[in-house]
Structure formats: C-alpha cells, structure tokens
C-alpha cells in the first residue's frame, strides 16, 4: 500500500514538472510570437520606398567601396575592410561588417548577408530588451546564423532626444567592458563572417567598431574619419525610422570616447585588461586584418 502510495506521488510530480516545462515552453513561444508579430508591424510602417528613393538620387562622391548599399530593407552597411593600420597591414574585407538593424531584412537581403557576404555570427549590441523586443526577423529562422546579444550601455539609459553623446559614450565605455570582450571572442570564434548592429549601427556600434579598430592598429584618424561616415547615410536611417530617428554622429563625442579608450591603454589595453588574453588579441588581428 504504502509502495503503491509512493509510486502515485512520485507519478503525480513527474507530471507537475512535465504541465510546468509545457507551460514554460508555450511562455516563451508566446512572447517569440509576440515579439515577432510586433516587429512586423513596425517594419511594414517603415518608408522603404523613401529609402529606395534616396539611394537612386545619390551622388557619386557619397559612394565609398566599403559601403554595400544593395540592401532593401537594411541601411547603413559597411566593410570593416579596406583601412590601413600603423604596422603596414590592412583590415580585411569580408570578416566584420556594421549596419543598422536586419530586424526587417526581406527574404533577398537574408540571403546576401548569408551567401553572398558570407556572415554566420551576428553580435547585437543593443539592450537586452530591445533584443528580445525587436528580434531579428527572418534571421531567427535560420539554423546557421549564431545570433548573440552583448549590450552596450550607460548605468542609466538617456531620455529619446535628450542624451548627452559626448557623456554617454564615456560611461558605456566604463560600464560595459565584458559587453566589448565578448564581441571581440565572437568575432574570433565564427565560422565565417561577423555583422555588428545596434538599431542606427551608428552610436553603439561606432564604439565597438572604434574599440576593434584601435586594438589592431588603424590610426586615430581613420577611426574618427570612419565613425562620421554613419552621417552619409543619417537621410535613409530616418527615412525607415521614423518612430526613432536617429541625431547625427557627433565628432566630439568619438573624440573624447578615443582619448578615454588611450587613457586606459587604447583598444588592445583596455580588451586585455578585462579578461581578453595575448593570444586572443593575436587572433584577434589576424582575423580583422591582412598584408598588403
């Protein structure tokens, strides 16, 4: 009896556990349904035809090769590629690319970041609810992209329109150093081709690419030249972001972020001083950059 008592209770918490992972499971699909249904409905708000029309009225001194611009549903897409480092060497094409969020990205823009440019990882540097609001679209889908989030933010997140960039960008660089070193791991350990977004691919992004920039040795200057470029294309971000448009890059707040990053040891110092290793920071250049 006493057997047989036992054996019903253990039964009944077996299934306990089993009605709470069901409904555990069906919570988080929920809130991926949620979150992807949301996100559809922002997209198809967006001014894609307005984007389109923007790029067609481009002059021919706005082009840059770095830049890839056949993106539908995606703006502000670069080559981490092409700039010149300190010790002769190049950063390479083809192993980091920056853009704006691929939250919309159509069905054509997914398959030239997959097979065309060859991208497997994708580090979101946004906050992680924004990561779990916006998702990434078709993205989500696809069983060969590693989707990761490394948010980079400040201990208090400005008020829309009312950040102060020049402070923001300090307290990031203070308050999210494993958010920097676990994006430079990521960019190590993929199997191809690394895209970095935040929503604009403008603030957040310029930080992290800045930071990488310095610890493989492309100059100050290039950096600070490379960071304003986001402004070349701030008419197509607005255009497809009306509900957050983004300010422009501002100049002095990429200058102040790089004499912190050099007072801490610059972009090589600062990654090793949180956790990244000597031969991380090795690999590190040897994935991002290239002889001549």
């Known amino acids: 009896m006493a057997a047989t008592v036992k054996q019903s209770a253990e039964r009944l918490e077996h299934d306990m556990w089993q009605a709470a992972d069901v409904l555990a499971h069906r919570s988080r699909v929920g809130s991926r349904i ?61 192993a980091l690319y ?26 979101d540097v946004r906050t992680a609810d924004e990561f779990a609001r916006h998702g990434h679209g078709l993205l989500d889908d696809r069983d060969d992209i590693d989707i990761v989030n490394c948010p980079i933010s400040s201990p208090v997140p400005p008020a829309r329109g009312q950040a102060d960039f020049v402070k923001l960008y300090q307290e990031c660089l203070e308050f999210s150093p494993q958010a920097f070193v676990a994006s430079a791991r990521h960019i190590i350990n993929a199997d191809g081709a690394t895209l970095i977004h935040c929503a604009h691919g403008k603030d957040r992004t310029g930080m992290l690419i800045a930071v990488l920039q310095h610890a493989v040795g492309v100059p100050r200057k290039a950096i600070q030249r490379d960071y304003e470029l986001t402004n070349l294309r701030l008419e197509e971000i607005r255009a497809i972001e009306s509900i957050r448009p983004p300010r422009a890059a501002v100049p002095q707040a990429m200058k102040r972020f790089l004499d912190t990053l050099e007072g ?25 950059t290239s002889a001549p």
């Open 34 to 94: 949620e979150s992807a249904i949301g996100a559809v409905t922002e997209c198809e708000h967006r001014n894609w035809e307005e984007l389109a029309r923007i790029r067609s009225t481009r002059l021919a001194d706005e082009t840059d090769p770095r830049w890839i611009d056949d993106f539908a549903r995606v703006a502000n897409v670069r080559d981490f590629g092409g700039l010149e480092t300190t010790d002769g060497r190049r950063t390479r094409s083809g």
């Open 98 to 123: 920056r853009s704006s969020t691929p939250e919309c990205a159509d069905a054509d823009d997914v398959g030239k970041l997959v097979d065309t440019l060859g991208v497997r990882s994708v580090i």
């Open 264 to 288: 801490m040891g610059g972009g090589a110092g600062y990654l090793r001083t949180h956790g990244l290793t000597d031969g991380e920071l090795t690999r590190l250049r040897e994935v991002l």
